[in-house]
């Protein structure tokens, strides 16, 4: 039976994807930064673990825990929608170590294991924004595009090694703890200088009157067939809004 390690299952995409990965027979490793025994149903195929990605020890004592994986899905990530004029560099470098580093971190720490059993699958979630053109999110685009550029030098280098790298590209989602966590509390406003605001609340309504929206489920859906894809193909539109975008670009 084949084993996932998924990161960030606490909520939203995460979740459904370690859900959907049991309901398909998978052994589930699903960590979260902090254990939510609430989120999921724990049982002998599926284990939660504490791993956070910004904290190495944190990756090798999962790792050891959950034994052989077969795949390993990087979903953890924050939000970060401001002006980037108004975005501390602190805040930068903060998105960039959970959205990018992390997802390095754990990649890196999986590889041997991959290589040395000649099998195994990356796959990592980066975001529609990778697809077009979208305000307010610049450092959050940027945190993922490295993501992209990152994944397709690094699937040209394990393939060898019969080992896969794929992206998925979820469309925006207002169902998951997302939306609240870039807008409550007034991230938005704390980091939107005066003379933007207007432009500002204008993109957010545009953003959030859009016609299309992803649900959890597309994307579930859609790890689950990049990590089984054996075309060769690196990259996976997930939602119909991501879908629209890919076919567009
Ligand atoms: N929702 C959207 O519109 C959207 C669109 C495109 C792409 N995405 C991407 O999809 C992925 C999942 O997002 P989501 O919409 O499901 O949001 P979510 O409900 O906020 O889930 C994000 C998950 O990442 C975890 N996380 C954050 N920092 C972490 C860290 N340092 N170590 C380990 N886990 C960490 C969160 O844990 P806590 O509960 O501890 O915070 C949570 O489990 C993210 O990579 C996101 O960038 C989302």
């Given at each position: 039976m084949n084993t996932v390690l998924i990161t960030g299952t606490s909520s939203g995409y995460g979740r459904a994807t370690a859900l959907h990965f049991h309901a398909q027979g998978w052994n589930v490793?699903?960590?979260?930064?902090?254990?939510?025994?609430?989120?999921l149903p724990e049982s002998d195929r599926l284990r939660i673990v504490e791993l956070d990605v910004t904290k190495p020890d944190t990756i090798t004592a999962a790792l050891e825990l959950a034994g052989p994986i077969d795949a390993l899905v990087n979903n953890a990530g924050v939000p970060s929608i401001s002006v980037f004029e108004g975005t501390p560099m602190a805040r930068v470098r903060e998105v960039f170590e959970t959205n990018t580093f992390g997802v390095m971190a754990t990649t890196q720490a999986v590889l041997p294991q991959f290589r040395e059993r000649g099998s195994g699958v990356v796959v990592n979630v980066t975001s529609s924004v990778v697809l077009g053109d979208m305000p307010l999110s610049a450092v959050y685009k940027a945190s993922k595009a490295a993501v992209e550029g990152f994944t397709s030098s690094l699937a040209l280098e394990l393939a060898p090694f019969g080992v896969r790298a794929k992206t998925v590209q979820p469309g925006a989602c207002l169902t998951t703890n997302f939306a609240g966590k870039a807008m409550n509390g007034g991230p938005l406003d704390e980091l939107v200088p005066p003379p933007y605001a207007p432009f500002a609340r204008k993109a957010m309504a545009d953003f959030t009157g859009q016609d299309l929206f992803t649900q959890e489920s597309d994307v579930a859906e859609t790890v689950w067939r990049a990590a089984h894809d054996?075309?060769?193909?690196?990259r996976f539109p997930a939602g119909p809004d991501a879908v629209r975008l890919a076919q567009a670009t």
């Open positions: 490793i699903a960590t979260m930064r902090s254990r939510r025994p609430d989120v054996t075309t060769g193909r690196l």
